[in-house]
């Protein structure tokens, strides 16, 4: 089976300019989650989609960052405006049922982001 | 709240050297752990679980053993290869439907 892509594995760009992160999750897995990690630091959870449907998004740092789920499928994660403290790398993961279920998790290669 | 602690890297070995790497844990509740392993230009893979206290996960000659008692779940190897060259990252999933917490991340070079 294909596993989780990610679009694009790497994104430069100016600080105030807009970008949009893809994941494709595996087919059939109906949880999708994003994290983050800067440069030396954790990975942080973004969100969590359960098929269209955000079921968490606690971790989202601000109202700089959207994700849509629409219809279920691929998800896509907008950054508007950037800055220069979004630099990172940017996972997303996919699972049949949730990682609460005992559920393991599949990783994309990740979306290297630079925001200068 | 939830947190995860490495011990930090980089760490540096020999091919065939006793590998240790270090994660304790901050859970409220009964927590499964893992072992999350990136190699080079690739996303996270897993490598190992465990779901409940004294639970040894073990998968490619990596152990770790769930250890309450430490709040513990180091990972160890007894013979490192230069594939195994990664980052490893301890990770917990609280009770319930919470996201994975991870820690910082190890480095692991091991040289021929």
């Known amino acids: 089976e294909a596993g989780v892509t990610q679009f694009p594995s790497h994104s430069v760009i100016e600080k105030g300019q807009t970008v949009t992160l893809r994941c494709d999750p595996i087919?059939?897995?109906?949880?999708l989650y994003w994290y983050r990690r800067v440069m030396g630091k954790e990975i942080k959870f973004l969100l969590h989609?359960?098929?269209?449907?955000?079921?968490?998004e606690s971790g989202m740092p601000n109202n700089r960052f959207l994700a849509e789920r629409t219809g279920g499928t691929y998800s896509t994660l907008k950054v508007q405006p950037a800055e220069l403290e979004d630099s990172g790398v940017y996972f997303c993961?996919?699972?049949?049922?949730?990682?609460?279920?005992?559920?393991?998790?599949?990783f994309g290669n990740g979306t290297r982001l630079t925001v200068t | 709240g939830n947190s995860v602690t490495q011990m930090e890297g980089p760490v540096t070995l020999s091919e065939e050297a006793f590998l240790t790497i270090n994660c304790t844990y901050t859970?409220?509740?009964?927590?499964?752990l893992f072992w999350y392993v990136q190699y080079p230009g690739e996303g996270l893979q897993l490598l190992l679980k465990?779901?409940?206290?004294?639970d040894k996960g073990s998968n490619k000659g990596f152990e770790a053993t769930y250890r309450k008692e430490t709040t513990s779940f180091h990972l160890e190897k007894g013979s490192v290869q230069v594939s195994d060259s990664a980052v490893y990252f301890c990770?917990?999933?609280?009770?319930?439907?919470?996201?994975?917490?991870f820690g910082k991340g190890t480095r692991l070079s091991v040289i021929a």
């Open positions: 989609f359960v098929k269209e449907s955000k079921q968490d």
């Open positions: 465990a779901t409940k206290a004294d």
């Open positions: 990770a917990l999933s609280p009770s319930g439907n919470t996201p994975l917490v």
């Open positions: 993961a996919s699972s049949q049922r949730s990682v609460g279920g005992g559920s393991p998790l599949h």
């Open positions: 859970a409220t509740g009964y927590p499964s």
């Open positions: 087919s059939g897995h109906d949880n």
